[in-house]
């Protein structure tokens, strides 16, 4: 079966330049986690959705992010204008009804 | 608030040594608790969970035992392999939440 997969796994962007970060869950998962990971603050959760709603955006950093899941089966997370500090490993998850959580391989960003 | 704590890395053993990376928690009630593995380059993966007092998770020769009392999650194999030379965290769902909160991750580096 095939796992939560993201897009790209590696961006090299300028600073000011719009990032968007894509996200195929599990089929049949209903909730999705968007987590950042640096070496400062480690595993960051940004944003959880379930059945396709934000339920938690507490931890989106500022404005420059937003977060969308238009159906079941994808989500984006964009960063505009992104910034240097925004370097980082951006990983989404999945689950289902609160059972065990998947991984993504990552979107690594590099801002430059 | 809930939070874990692990032993700061980089740990270093050879090959056939024996593992322990200790975690500890805070939490109220009954969390779940878990050990993730990141291997060089790639995301997380699930090691093992335990979801209440005294349950012991066993998963590619490492186990660990969910201690109440000491509110401890300590992971532990017998004889590490130089394939296990990775990046492990601990984290927890509480009881009444759905996300995972992480540890900052332990670095195991196995030399042979």
């Known amino acids: 079966d095939a796992g939560v997969i993201q897009s790209p796994r590696h961006e090299v962007t300028e600073m000011g330049q719009e990032v968007t970060l894509r996200c195929k869950p599990i089929?049949?998962?209903?909730?999705l986690f968007w987590y950042r990971q640096t070496m400062m603050r480690g595993l960051e959760l940004l944003i959880y959705?379930?059945?396709?709603?934000?339920?938690?955006d507490s931890g989106m950093p500022e404005d420059r992010f937003s977060a969308k899941m238009p159906n079941a089966s994808f989500s984006t997370l964009k960063i505009q204008p992104s910034e240097p500090r925004d370097s980082a490993v951006y990983f989404c998850?999945?689950?289902?009804?609160?059972?065990?959580?998947?991984f993504g391989e990552g979107s690594w960003l590099t801002v430059v | 608030g809930n939070s874990v704590t692990q032993m700061e890395g980089p740990v270093t053993l050879s090959e056939e040594a024996f593992l322990t990376i200790n975690c500890t928690y805070t939490?109220?009630?009954?969390?779940?608790l878990f050990w993730y593995v990141q291997y060089p380059g790639e995301g997380l993966q699930l090691l093992l969970k335990?979801?209440?007092?005294?349950d012991k998770g066993s998963n590619k020769g490492f186990e660990a035992t969910y201690r109440k009392e000491t509110t401890s999650f300590h992971l532990e194999k017998g004889s590490v392999q130089v394939s296990d030379s990775a990046v492990y965290f601990c984290?927890?769902?509480?009881?009444?939440?759905?996300?995972?909160?992480f540890g900052k991750g332990t670095s195991l580096l196995v030399t042979p």
């Open positions: 939490a109220t009630g009954y969390p779940s």
């Open positions: 998850a999945s689950s289902f009804e609160g059972n065990t959580i998947y």
């Open positions: 089929s049949g998962h209903n909730s």
């Open positions: 959705f379930n059945n396709n709603v934000p339920i938690d």
């Open positions: 335990a979801t209440k007092a005294d």
């Open positions: 984290a927890l769902i509480s009881n009444s939440g759905y996300a995972l909160n």
